[in-house]
Each structure stands twice: as structure tokens, then as C-alpha cells.
């Protein structure tokens, strides 16, 4: 049997199956993006369910696992040289995408224009819409200077804009469908639940409002997208 007990965090969240993969995670725009990549690449793995809570993402537990209390993270027991373990979203689903050889391209060229879009949801349109949440659902709603809304709100329709004008004339923002699509679309959607849709002039884009639709379509998608269940 596989052992994992090198890794501390499966002390608080124990592996029923050590010999598959480990999810650590909760279904946030950054969390189901590993969900997603893991039931399209077929991969076998069991979720556990970290909330966003401080007695979850700061005890020790998994602070060893990701010393930046951020979820996702995973373990592979079937990494390249042993067990691994993995945070930052974005790291995970390059190293998925790598291991199965699925989602990145076909070559060198197709592999760096999903890395470029896959860093641009990282760099920019996921910390930006994040931030415009923040100001306009959260804490910072009750903040009177309107300049923090105003500047991540232009933010956001400035990023839209680069989507809308990228999914002219094809399905998926980097030609194939790819790990890029995964990172991109959840955060998209995620307007939905900041009640920003209509802030940002959502209803009138063409290409977005067709591709976040056609995203969540895929089975794959529909079946990842509340894993782990936090119910």
C-alpha cells in the first residue's frame, strides 16, 4: 500500500486510497479548476473537503501542504520521483497536464499560447475579479471611497474585452480546448455570484457569455463543478 505518511496533512485528512490522487480543496473558481482538470483527464482521486475557514487553512495540518493557506493543493502518490505534493493552482494543473500529456498542446508553440493564458487568468483576470468581489459583495462594499470599486471594476471590463476579442471566431480561448479554459471560465462565472454581471456590461458581450455557457456544458465540467460537495 501506498504510504503518505510523509505528507502531515493526511493526519487531519486521512486517505481512504493513498494510491490515488489527493485533492485538498473546496469548489471556489481556483478549487474547481483542479476538479475539472481531474475528471477530464480521467485521473482517479479522492476529494477532501478544506474549507475557507482559518481552523482549516491555517492549522498546521495544511500549512504543511501549502505553506500560503490557499486551497487547492494535491498530493500524487504516483509523482514523478515518489510522492508529491503540489499548491498553487495554476503549478497543479500544468503538472497534470504534463503527467497525461492532455490539455497543453500538441507542441512546443501550442504548449507556450496555453501558458500565456493560463498565466494571464493567474496574473490578472482571477486577483481582478477576485478584488472587484471583495468591493462590491464583501467587506469592502462598506468602504465609502468608491475608488477601490471603480478601479477594479474597469479592471474587469478591460479584461472581459481581451477575452471577448481572443474567442473570435473559435470555441476555446487558445484554439484547443485546454487547461487555460479551465482556469479561465470558472472565474468568469464567478461574476455571477459577485452580482457584478451587469457592472461590468456582461450581457453585452457576444463571444464570453457563448464560451462560459459552452464551458459548463461539457460533462466533466457539470460533474466537477461542486467537488468536494461542500454541503
Same mark, same amino acid.
Given at each position: 500500500?501506498?504510504?503518505?505518511?510523509?505528507?502531515?496533512?493526511?493526519?487531519? /485528512?486521512?486517505?481512504?486510497?493513498?494510491?490515488? %490522487?489527493?485533492?485538498?480543496?473546496?469548489?471556489?473558481?481556483?478549487? $474547481?479548476? #483542479? +476538479?475539472?482538470?481531474?475528471?477530464?483527464?480521467?485521473?482517479?482521486?479522492?476529494? &477532501?473537503?478544506?474549507?475557507?475557514?482559518?481552523?482549516?487553512?491555517?492549522?498546521?495540518?495544511?500549512?504543511?501542504?501549502?505553506?500560503?493557506?490557499?486551497?487547492?493543493?494535491? #498530493?500524487?502518490?504516483?509523482?514523478?520521483?515518489?510522492?508529491?505534493?503540489?499548491?498553487?493552482?495554476?503549478?497543479?494543473?500544468?503538472?497534470? +497536464?504534463?503527467?497525461?500529456?492532455?490539455?497543453?498542446?500538441?507542441?512546443?508553440?501550442?504548449?507556450? &499560447?496555453?501558458?500565456?493564458?493560463?498565466?494571464?487568468?493567474?496574473?490578472?483576470?482571477?486577483?481582478?475579479?477576485?478584488?472587484?468581489?471583495?468591493?462590491?459583495?464583501?467587506?469592502?462594499?462598506?468602504?465609502?471611497?468608491?475608488?477601490?470599486?471603480?478601479?477594479?471594476?474597469?479592471?474587469? #471590463?478591460?479584461?472581459?474585452?481581451? $477575452?471577448?476579442?481572443?474567442?473570435?471566431?473559435?470555441? /476555446?480561448?487558445?484554439?484547443?480546448?485546454? %487547461?487555460?479554459?479551465?482556469?479561465?471560465?470558472?472565474?468568469?462565472?464567478?461574476?455571477?455570484?459577485?452580482?457584478?454581471?451587469?457592472?461590468?456590461?456582461? &450581457?453585452?458581450?457576444?463571444?464570453?457569455?457563448?464560451?462560459?455557457?459552452?464551458?459548463?456544458?461539457?460533462?466533466?465540467?457539470?460533474?466537477?463543478?461542486?467537488?468536494?460537495?461542500? +454541503?
Amino acid at each position: 500500500m501506498t504510504d503518505l505518511s510523509d505528507f502531515p496533512i493526511t493526519t487531519r /485528512w486521512p486517505a481512504k486510497d493513498p494510491s490515488v %490522487i489527493q485533492l485538498f480543496s473546496y469548489p471556489t473558481p481556483n478549487g $474547481v479548476k #483542479i +476538479s475539472i482538470a481531474l475528471e477530464e483527464m480521467g485521473l482517479a482521486y479522492e476529494p &477532501h473537503l478544506v474549507t475557507l475557514s482559518d481552523a482549516d487553512v491555517k492549522s498546521d495540518a495544511f500549512l504543511s501542504l501549502n505553506p500560503n493557506n490557499k486551497i487547492p493543493a494535491i #498530493i500524487d502518490p504516483n509523482g514523478p520521483d515518489g510522492p508529491i505534493g503540489i499548491f498553487e493552482s495554476g503549478a497543479i494543473l500544468l503538472y497534470l +497536464s504534463e503527467k497525461t500529456g492532455r490539455f497543453i498542446g500538441n507542441t512546443a508553440t501550442q504548449k507556450a &499560447h496555453i501558458t500565456q493564458w493560463l498565466m494571464f487568468q493567474m496574473g490578472g483576470l482571477g486577483p481582478m475579479l477576485g478584488q472587484m468581489g471583495f468591493f462590491y459583495k464583501f467587506a469592502g462594499k462598506d468602504i465609502p471611497d468608491d475608488r477601490p470599486r471603480e478601479r477594479y471594476r474597469d479592471e474587469a #471590463i478591460r479584461l472581459l474585452a481581451v $477575452v471577448e476579442k481572443q474567442l473570435d471566431g473559435q470555441d /476555446w480561448i487558445a484554439g484547443e480546448y485546454s %487547461i487555460a479554459d479551465m482556469a479561465i471560465a470558472p472565474w468568469i462565472n464567478a461574476l455571477e455570484f459577485y452580482g457584478t454581471k451587469d457592472v461590468v456590461g456582461y &450581457h453585452d458581450l457576444k463571444n464570453v457569455p457563448a464560451y462560459v455557457e459552452r464551458f459548463f456544458a461539457r460533462p466533466a465540467v457539470d460533474t466537477a463543478r461542486r467537488i468536494p460537495d461542500p +454541503s
